[in-house]
């Protein structure tokens, strides 16, 4: 509104090398990609059947160094704080779960701070996660049945 013609057009085009940057991993369906227009003389409108979504739900165990955080984080003053009604639960709840996902989420001096590690270096293993272990395994298989 109060921008100047330039600034209008430095943010068009902006917009426009930033849209064709991720046009190509956007799905958008239009209405006539959905619908499908009967060829009866009524004219109805049908609706296309859309595939299923299937969702994979896996339990994993933690690995030792998740266990091992994932304690320690328990019993960290952050986490007391919360217990005490100090603190909002969704700082410690986000924390557990980079933890359960995958430690290296973690900012390294938080990481240090609950659980002191032998060595940092444990964490850069790329076995501290089991869901990237999942995936990995995952990945190799519908890769080798050419999914």
Request: glycine residues 2%; neutral net charge; contains cysteine.
């Amino acid at each position: 509104k109060d921008s100047t013609a330039e600034e209008r057009r430095v943010g068009a085009a902006t917009a426009s090398r930033l849209h064709a940057l991720i046009a190509p991993y956007m799905l958008r369906r239009t209405k006539d990609q959905v619908l499908n227009q009967g060829e009866d003389d009524v004219g109805s409108t049908e609706l296309l059947t859309i595939s299923h979504k299937n969702d994979l739900v896996v339990w994993l165990q933690l690995c030792p160094l998740q266990v091992r955080l994932y304690n320690a984080f328990l019993q960290s003053e952050d986490v007391a704080e919360v217990l005490n009604q100090t603190k909002s639960p969704l700082a410690a709840m986000t924390v557990l779960k980079k933890i359960c996902d995958h430690p290296h989420l973690l900012r390294t001096t938080g990481a240090a701070d609950m659980l002191v590690l032998e060595s940092i270096s444990d964490m850069v293993d790329q076995e501290c996660s089991v869901k990237m272990q999942f995936v990995r395994k995952l990945l190799r298989q519908l890769h080798e049945s050419k999914h």
